[in-house]
């Protein structure tokens, strides 16, 4: 009884997961705006995004179909194990249920991100049904945006430059300093030499001042000799 169980919940488990896989097929497409290919490429510039009533249709339908077969895979899991098999199977289960949540999740967040980015070219205060904005068709929009795009691109690129030169610039003044503070240390080093030579030269000085001080003192003693006598 337990393996009839078994079988029949992963053969609705399987049957699920075609219906999933399929679904978000045209899930992803409709979030992606491809939908609007089927029009005139006139429509196709000028008109407002299309299909959203459907991609919140799809989106539950998707939701729920999710939360089935969640449901499928723990009733699978309190069926008592009838083997190796059987595990590994309701492991494959599992990894294909969560791969389904991330791309459905994904595919969600990229048509908010789309739609966010329809509404801000469009601007506030406009008429969703408005064929152009300010003169200008979808397409131009695009192509306005491409060219503020490139030009933030470059002033990223001269701010760079201007980065690389001031680097390049610090890098000479630093081998400048590296060479200044170079021949500081050849002078240090030569300054013992130096004082040791004055030093030389202070003592010679007072040498032959004691004796030039000599010299005159026995003279002058020699003429006070001289004078009383």
């Given amino acids: 009884m337990g393996v009839s169980n078994y079988d029949a919940l992963r053969k609705q488990a399987r049957h699920l997961e075609?219906?999933?896989?399929l679904k978000l097929v045209a899930f992803s497409k409709i979030g992606a705006g491809t939908s609007t290919s089927l029009h005139s490429s006139s429509s196709t510039d000028t008109s407002p995004l299309l299909g959203e009533h459907v991609f919140d249709s799809l989106s539950e339908e998707i939701?729920?179909?999710?939360?089935?077969?969640?449901?499928?895979?723990?009733?699978?899991?309190e069926l008592p194990a009838t083997g190796a098999a059987a595990i590994h199977t309701l492991q494959r289960h599992r990894e294909i249920l969560h791969g389904y949540k991330q791309e459905f999740n994904k595919i969600c967040a990229n048509h908010t991100t789309r739609i966010e980015?329809?509404?801000?070219?469009?601007?506030?205060g406009l008429a969703t049904n408005s064929p152009t904005i300010s003169g200008l068709s979808r397409r131009d929009l695009y192509l306005k945006e491409s060219t503020h795009l490139n030009s933030s691109s470059n002033m990223v690129n001269?701010?760079?430059?201007?980065?690389?030169?001031?680097?390049?610039h610090l890098?000479?003044?630093?081998?400048?300093?590296?060479?200044?503070?170079?021949?500081?240390?050849?002078?240090?080093?030569?300054?013992?030499?130096?004082?040791?030579?004055?030093?030389?030269?202070?003592?010679?000085?007072?040498?032959?001042?004691?004796?030039?001080?000599?010299?005159i003192a026995v003279c002058v003693i020699l003429l006070l000799l001289y004078a009383f006598n």
């Fill in 117 to 124: 980015r329809e509404e801000l070219l469009r601007g506030s």
């Fill in 63 to 77: 939701s729920q179909m999710l939360d089935k077969l969640s449901s499928l895979n723990e009733n699978m899991s």
């Fill in 18 to 21: 075609n219906e999933i896989d």
């Fill in 158 to 168: 001269d701010q760079i430059n201007i980065a690389i030169e001031t680097r390049e």
């Fill in 171 to 215: 890098l000479s003044q630093r081998q400048a300093f590296k060479r200044l503070q170079t021949r500081f240390n050849d002078i240090s080093n030569r300054f013992p030499l130096i004082s040791s030579l004055i030093q030389r030269i202070n003592i010679k000085k007072k040498r032959d001042s004691l004796i030039l001080g000599a010299v």
